[in-house]
Antibody
Framework: QVQLQQSGPGLVRPSETLSLTCTVS????????WSWIRQPPGKGLEWIGY???????KYNPSLTSRVTMSLDTSNNQFSLRLRSLTAADTAVYYC???????????WGQGTLVTVSS | DIQMAQSPSTLSASIGDRVTITCRAS??????VAWYQQKPGKAPKLLIS???SLEGGVPSRFSGSGSGTEFTLTITSLQPDDFATYYC?????FGQGTKVEIK
């Protein structure tokens, strides 16, 4: 059974950088699109971007200047870095696996990230 | 960028009702639409991919249809476990969500 386990801080100061990691177990990191999606409290889902098994990235145009995603195939992990945080970045962040049809079939448990001093 | 307009934002229904949620894309996206169910405090659960393909383990009362710019999620005979928020998704964007509440 595929599982995605997220790790990273729950509190980040304004203007700093958020770093989150998602560790994949029970399956290979190959042949999928590894994505990050966030959800502000009480609001809907926002797609942040993906990194493919080959290292190709695609980001939400509204976030592209602040986002970097990376892949560590040797450890079956992928990561998100989001720079220059503001209160508007406060959200639950999810990692997820996308297949060939780019629907997300496995999700991490979610990490509530609060941006506050 | 393609936008997904989902309606209604809230829907009140009773057990046993037939429920339909609609997503309209800002341009043709053939059948690249998925549907998710989300319950409070939980990650979304994939119900349907490619507009109409039911995921394994999802009850057959859920169905999806549509192509081009208009897509629907239908729940026949609403069950207590179905009260949740539903989202449509094109690969790079989500609809605004539909909260299905008890009438």
């Amino acid at each position: 059974q595929v599982q995605l386990q997220q790790s990273g801080p729950g509190l980040v100061r304004p203007s700093e950088t958020l770093s989150l990691t998602c560790t994949v177990s029970g399956g290979s990191i190959s042949n999928y699109y590894w994505s990050w999606i966030r959800q502000p409290p009480g609001k809907g889902l926002e797609w942040i971007g993906y990194i493919s098994y080959s290292g190709t990235t695609k980001y939400n145009p509204s976030l592209t200047s602040r986002v970097t995603m990376s892949l560590d195939t040797s450890n079956n992990q992928f990561s998100l870095r989001l720079r220059s945080l503001t209160a508007a970045d406060t959200a639950v962040y999810y990692c997820a696996r996308g297949g060939a049809v780019l629907a997300y079939d496995y999700w991490g448990q979610g990490t509530l990230v609060t941006v506050s001093s | 960028d393609i936008q997904m307009a989902q309606s209604p934002s809230t829907l009140s229904a009773s057990i046993g009702d037939r429920v339909t949620i609609t997503c309209r894309a800002s341009q043709s996206i053939t059948s690249w639409v998925a549907w998710y169910q989300q319950k409070p405090g939980k990650a979304p659960k994939l119900l349907i991919s490619r507009a109409s393909s039911l995921e394994g383990g999802v009850p057959s009362r859920f169905s999806g249809s549509g192509s081009g710019t208009e897509f629907t999620l239908t729940i026949t005979s609403l069950q207590p476990d179905d009260f949740a928020t539903y989202y449509c998704q094109h690969p790079w964007t989500f609809g605004q969500g539909t909260k299905v509440e008890i009438k």
